[in-house]
């Protein structure tokens, strides 16, 4: 940075109008999961019907979990 030239914070979440950004994929946090093979298989299928990737159907069904009224 050359003298006189002032640095500007920058929210990475945020475009240049200050409207929120939408995350990309790339941009989602990646984990391992170890699944028993039985489970793979079935969430597998379950994903299949509901036409979602694997990981799309583990999402939908943690968002929703989460989602839950708590008892």
């Given amino acids: ?3 006189g ?3 500007t914070e920058v929210d990475e979440n945020t475009s240049d109008d200050g409207t929120p950004r939408k995350r990309t ?3 989602k946090k990646k984990i ?3 699944l028993d093979p039985a489970l ?7 994903a299949e019907r509901d036409f979602r990737s694997l990981n ?3 999402e939908f ?3 929703k979990s989460l989602s839950k009224p708590k008892d």
């Fill in 5 to 7: 030239e002032a640095m």
């Fill in 32 to 34: 391992l999961l170890r």
């Fill in 40 to 46: 793979h298989e079935q969430l597998r299928l379950w």
């Fill in 56 to 58: 799309a159907q583990i």
């Fill in 1 to 3: 940075m050359k003298g």
């Fill in 25 to 27: 994929t790339s941009e």
């Fill in 61 to 63: 069904l943690l968002k």
